[in-house]
């Protein structure tokens, strides 16, 4: 089944405590995506990549980092988590750059708790 | 500066009545036009999309109508379903950008 799978579905940890969010896709797709949704402000984009080892920053990208060292896989690094990192995630992928194919197929999100 | 506006929170409708949800942009360089539906404890699928070439986008019981002088598009769905019950997302990208902009979202509820 072509899918977007993120790890863990809900994580609570403590301020400052460094923390990884998986994400892998079986479609074999170049362009990945992290996004955030928070109450109000909908979603909005953290980082993205559009083929191996190229990544750049989305609208939000401050206290996260990301990598892209196989085309399935893209992992979200928070390396000094904050309560203000208290969200949703959702990891997307797309077959092609985003400019022409804009279909974003996302993962079913990751509820982050930061205390 | 949000560039995609959903200005209405949550809709209610009727079963078999027409759900119209609107989305305003303030850029107009946007040329594409998505609308994306997510269910609680999923993420968001595709629903329907549009070019700025064209005003209209017919898929089954969902349109998409997009007047650029007004920077608005809407959707619509007719007849409604319960199953239809989600949060429903505008967004919008210019050509040329890799990112997609996306609205706050607006929760429609189908009543029975």
């Known amino acids: 089944e072509a899918q977007v799978t993120q790890n863990p579905r809900y994580l609570i940890t403590v301020t400052g405590k460094k923390l990884t969010v998986t994400c892998s896709q079986n479609?074999?797709?170049?362009?990945m995506s992290w996004y955030r949704q928070d109450p109000g402000l909908g979603l909005r984009q953290i980082y993205y990549?559009?083929?191996?080892?190229?990544?750049d920053k989305g609208d939000v990208p401050e206290g996260y980092k990301v990598s892209r060292k196989e085309k399935r896989n893209f992992p979200l690094i928070l390396e000094s988590p904050s309560p203000n990192q208290t969200s949703l995630y959702f990891c997307a992928s797309s077959p092609d750059r985003v400019e022409t194919n804009e279909k974003l197929f996302f993962g079913s999100g990751t509820q982050l708790s930061v205390l | 500066d949000q560039q995609v506006k959903q200005n209405s929170p949550s809709l209610s409708v009727q079963e078999g009545r027409i759900s119209i949800l609107n989305c305003d942009y303030t850029n107009s360089m946007f040329d594409y036009f998505l609308w994306y539906k997510k269910y609680p404890a999923e993420g968001p699928t595709f629903l329907i999309s549009i070019s700025s070439i064209k005003d209209k986008n017919e898929d089954g019981r969902f349109t998409v109508f997009l007047n650029k002088s007004a920077k608005h598009l809407s959707l619509h769905i007719v007849p409604s379903q319960p199953g239809d019950s989600a949060v429903y997302f505008c967004a919008a990208k210019q050509g040329g950008s890799e990112k997609l902009v996306f609205g706050k979202g607006t929760k429609l509820t189908v009543n029975p």
């Open positions: 990549s559009m083929n191996v080892e190229v990544t």
């Open positions: 479609m074999n797709h170049e362009y």
